[in-house]
């Protein structure tokens, strides 16, 4: 048994104190709340803070109706496929994040995180002129790229805009072989070596779910948002996909490792990027670039509590894709779940592609046994997607308990409620495995929080109510 070993880069020793929160520590939801709704919000939401250098592109859920101009979606997973392919890559990204303690490891035989659990995307625009591309996050990879020109129906799945055509952009550049960054992906593991006769820097992905993308690692102008543009960024212009679903045109890699966008634009943005995934499918949330200046408001700027952030220490090399913080302590309705501090050694990787939090067995007990115990007076369903779902037919209002996390240092996060606690009418929390391994940070828990990656100042922070 692989036996994790983590570092945290305690550097920062700054921490905000615990948040305030609700006294009554229950909040009564309509369920009506619960129901999705056809229509696109039009509402917009911005970040309050903005004396960083921000950039604001609205983030939607992939299947929901915020994405731009979708087709009706033919290809729409289950709730249980979708928590299916999350377990399968949660067990990915633990795998690469743990193994480094074993002298005995075997190596999958892919190279890259699930992509067909990622569930939020920004339309980005790509080239001059710029041609918008929609593009999920991946805080779990590295390398970004979009499907590219010449490329036909065998080589290219059906994507959701026109194909990128880099014959067409006056910006657009392969990166030569024999290059620096071109090495680099080897030690990243996106390396597939030369290509084009030994001229260009060739690159190649294989996910976990069997999808796979293989052409030139390259650079070219990315617009962000109106006005602002990232000049010689490096993605993969994509001549050979295969993909078991579509309506994306390609990965926005938001990990720690030199291809992601935050490492590549460190110097503009002090590798720090945040995000804010909307309530519901319906409502659009937001991703930024650059994080609260140092000289704001308490050293880290309003609203925000901060917790230390390292990395998971990986297999071959240091692991620099996955970011990870340390859980302390949970409290349901008020009131601090009795678990010994030994239950929180293993840490937490926070991953975007992640659907609800894994917790590690003794938290993840004394948590259900709570949430059960408060939501006594609702009837159980015992054939829902997770083990603690509940039958709201025929009540107009739920009296669901807060939920609340502490993290190292003492910053304390109230998820939303009820859409940071409760998915499809279950708690949106599942067990991991033993208290010594890894878990995992759930998109849904943080949903409505911003949650501020400042890669560069080793923390990890959060924001109520921010979309
Ligand atoms: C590695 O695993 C193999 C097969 O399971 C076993 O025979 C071998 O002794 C192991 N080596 C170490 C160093 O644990
Ligand atoms: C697509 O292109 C490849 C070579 O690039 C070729 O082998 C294949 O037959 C083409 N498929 C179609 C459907 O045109
Ligand atoms: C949920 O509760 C309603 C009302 O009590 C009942 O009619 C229905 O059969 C229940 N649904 C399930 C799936 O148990
Ligand atoms: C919740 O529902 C109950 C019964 O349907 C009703 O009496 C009560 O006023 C509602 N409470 C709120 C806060 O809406």
């Not at 392969?174 to 990243?188: A, E, K, S």
């Amino acid at each position: 048994m692989a036996s994790p070993v983590l570092l945290f880069i305690l550097l920062c020793s700054y921490y905000s104190t615990a948040h305030g929160g609700d006294k009554h520590g229950f909040v009564v939801v309509p369920t009506s709340s619960f129901e999705p709704e056809a229509l696109c919000s039009t509402a917009r939401v911005t970040r309050k803070e903005q004396n960083g250098a921000t950039v604001l592109a609205p983030l939607v859920h992939r299947h929901g109706p915020c994405v731009p101009s979708s087709q009706s979606s033919t290809n729409k997973p289950s709730l249980a496929e979708t928590l299916r392919r999350s377990r399968a890559r949660a067990d990915y990204i633990v795998s690469r994040a743990s193994s480094r303690g074993s002298s005995n490891v075997s190596v999958p035989t892919y190279l890259g995180t699930s992509v067909d659990s990622l569930e939020y995307g920004v339309t980005l625009g790509i080239g001059t002129p710029a041609v918008s591309q929609f593009v999920l996050i991946d805080t779990g990879s590295d390398l970004s790229w979009v499907q590219c020109q010449p490329c036909n129906s065998t080589k290219c799945y059906k994507q959701k805009d026109p194909l990128f055509d880099p014959r067409k952009s006056t910006t657009y550049a392969p990166i030569p072989c024999h290059t620096d960054v071109c090495r680099r992906l080897t030690v990243d593991r996106y390396g597939a070596g030369c290509t084009d006769g030994g001229a260009h820097c060739g690159y190649f992905i294989q996910y976990g779910d069997g999808s796979r993308t293989n052409g030139v690692y390259s650079h070219e102008t990315l617009t962000l948002g109106p006005g602002v543009a990232v000049t010689n960024f490096r993605f993969g212009c994509g001549y050979d996909q295969r993909q078991t679903t579509d309506k994306f045109d390609g990965i926005l890699g938001l990990g720690g490792a030199p291809e992601s966008l935050p490492v590549q634009t460190a110097s503009i943005y002090g590798g720090a990027f945040s995000y804010c995934l909307p309530p519901v499918k319906s409502k659009p949330g937001f991703l930024a670039l650059g994080g609260p200046k140092p000289s704001n408001t308490a050293a880290h700027g309003p609203g925000f509590v901060f917790t230390p952030m390292g990395r998971a220490m990986g297999r071959v090399d240091d692991e620099l894709t996955s970011y990870v913080v340390r859980l302390t302590g949970i409290s349901v309705g008020g009131i601090p779940l009795d678990v010994p501090a030994s239950a929180f050694r293993g840490g937490m990787i926070i991953d975007s592609g992640q659907i609800v939090t894994r917790l590690q067995t003794t938290q993840y007990n004394a948590l259900q046994a709570a949430f059960r115990k408060a939501m006594a007076a609702y009837p159980r369903l015992h054939n829902g997607d997770l083990d603690t779902c509940y039958n709201f037919t025929g009540y107009g209002n739920v009296t669901v308990p807060r939920i609340a996390l502490t993290f190292a240092g003492g910053a304390t996060v109230d998820l939303d409620v009820p859409h940071g606690v409760l998915l499809n009418n279950c708690l949106a929390f599942e067990e991991s495995g033993p208290d010594i391994g890894l878990g995992m940070i759930g998109n849904v828990n943080t949903r409505t929080l911003e949650v501020l990656y400042d890669v560069g100042r080793s923390q990890l922070g959060f924001r109520s109510g921010a979309c």
